[in-house]
Nanobody, 122 residues
Framework: QVQLVESGGGSVQPGASLRLSCAASGFTFRYYAIAWFRQAPGREREGVSCISSSDGSTVYEDSVKGRFTISRYNSKNTVYLTLNDLKPEDTAVYYC???????????????WGQGTLVTVSS
């Protein structure tokens, strides 16, 4: 089955860390850039970060630079998004996708996961 499955969300206090996982199956993962988007309540979905297919180069949205890290392990068909120093404004549902966002991709595929909720509150 062609799919992306996110996990790792949760409820944390400001300043905490989380690691989100995006597990891919059913397609040749290494040819696709992977991006993370998020959607906060009442707001439009926005791009957070992406990682290219060819060289693993990364791009981040300004508000998460220096706090979030994206990485990929083609041998595991998995992309991680490590979220450090979380802030209440990071509260959102986080989605991984084969939409390349700002990154280079060898092949195109329109695929989204179901999302994982991150809540940051004191």
């Amino acid at each position: 089955q062609v799919q992306l499955v996110e996990s790792g969300g949760g409820s944390v206090q400001p300043g905490a860390s989380l690691r989100l996982s995006c597990a891919a199956s059913g397609f040749t993962f290494r040819y696709y850039a992977i991006a993370w988007f998020r959607q906060a309540p009442g707001r439009e979905r926005e791009g957070v970060s992406c990682i290219s297919s060819s060289d693993g180069s990364t791009v981040y949205e300004d508000s998460v630079k220096g706090r979030f890290t994206i990485s990929r392990y083609n041998s595991k068909n998995t992309v991680y998004l490590t979220l450090n120093d979380l802030k209440p404004e990071d509260t959102a549902v986080y989605y991984c996708t084969t939409d390349p966002l700002w990154c280079q991709t060898d092949r195109d595929l329109d695929l989204w996961g179901q999302g994982t909720l991150v809540t940051v509150s004191s």
